[in-house]
T-cell receptor, first 117, second 113 residues
Framework: DVKVTQSSRYLVKRTGEKVFLECVQD?????MFWYRQDPGLGLRLIYF???????EKGDIPEGYSVSREKKERFSLILESASTNQTSMYLC????????????????FGEGSWLTVV | DQQVKQNSPSLSVQEGRISILNCDYT??????FLWYKKYPAEGPTFLIS???IKDKNEDGRFTVFLNKSAKHLSLHIVPSQPGDSAVYFC????WGYGNKLVFGAGTILRVKS
C-alpha cells in the first residue's frame, strides 16, 4: 500500500519560531512537492524537488525553504514562522513522468495543520 | 493571478441527480487536466483526468468534458451519491513540467439524501 506520511498532523507554534514539517514516502518516487491549502485559494505549490539535493521554487516560496537529503524524505522549513503561515500543508510524491503527469500516480499525504500564534 | 479558476465555491445537489462542477483556465499551454476529491482531514485523491487531445473522458459515474476553445472543463457526476460530498479540485499541467500541477480554489459539493 502506497504511503506518503506527514509526521505532524497538528502543530501550534509561536511567531518567530523555526518550524520543520517532515514528509516521507515509501514508493521510491523521484518527485516530491509541498503545497499549502487555504480557503478560496485552493492548493498552492511552495517548493518541489525532482531529485535528491535538488529543489525548485513553486508559486509561493517566500518565507519557506526545503531540504531533500534522502530520496524518501522532503522537509519544509519555516525559518521564522508568521501568523500568515497558518494553514494546512500537504506533501505529495510521484514517479518521474518524462514531462507528462499522471494523476493517479501523484499521491498526497494527509496534511499537517499548522497554527502560528 | 489564478491560472485555474473554479468560480463556484459550493454546490448542493439532491441524491440521484447530476452534479456538474466547472473549471476555467487561462494558460493556453496547459494540456493535461485532472480532478481531485478531498475529504476533510485527508489528502486529495485522484478522480479522473483528460488530455487536451480529447474532449471527453468517462470513468463510471464520472465524466470530464474539455472545451479547449473556451478554456473550460467540467466534471459530471451521475447519479450523485451522499458519499460524493467533498471538496473537488480542478488541476492543470503543462507538457515538460512533469507532475507540477496548478490547482483551482475548489468547489464544495454537498449531496443531500
Amino acid at each position: 500500500d502506497v504511503k506518503v506520511t506527514q509526521s505532524s498532523r497538528y502543530l501550534v507554534k509561536r511567531t518567530g519560531e523555526k518550524v520543520f514539517l517532515e514528509c516521507v514516502q515509501d514508493m521510491d518516487h523521484e518527485n516530491m512537492f509541498w503545497y499549502r491549502q487555504d480557503p478560496g485559494l485552493g492548493l498552492r505549490l511552495i517548493y518541489f524537488s525532482y531529485d535528491v539535493k535538488m529543489k525548485e521554487k513553486g508559486d509561493i516560496p517566500e518565507g519557506y525553504s526545503v531540504s531533500r537529503e534522502k530520496k524518501e524524505r522532503f522537509s519544509l522549513i519555516l525559518e521564522s514562522a508568521s501568523t500568515n503561515q497558518t494553514s494546512m500543508y500537504l506533501c505529495a510524491s510521484s514517479p518521474s513522468g518524462g514531462g507528462r503527469p499522471s494523476g493517479n500516480t501523484i499521491y498526497f499525504g494527509e496534511g499537517s495543520w499548522l497554527t502560528v500564534v | 493571478d489564478q491560472q485555474v479558476k473554479q468560480n463556484s465555491p459550493s454546490l448542493s445537489v439532491q441524491e440521484g441527480r447530476i452534479s456538474i462542477l466547472n473549471c476555467d483556465y487561462t494558460n493556453s499551454m496547459f494540456d493535461y487536466f485532472l480532478w481531485y476529491k478531498k475529504y476533510p482531514a485527508e489528502g486529495p485523491t485522484f478522480l479522473i483526468s483528460i488530455s487536451s487531445i480529447k474532449d471527453k473522458n468517462e470513468d463510471g459515474r464520472f465524466t470530464v468534458f474539455l472545451n479547449k476553445s473556451a478554456k473550460h472543463l467540467s466534471l459530471h457526476i451521475v447519479p450523485s451519491q451522499p458519499g460524493d460530498s467533498a471538496v473537488y479540485f480542478c488541476a492543470a499541467s503543462e507538457w515538460g513540467y512533469g507532475n507540477k500541477l496548478v490547482f483551482g480554489a475548489g468547489t464544495i459539493l454537498r449531496v443531500k439524501s
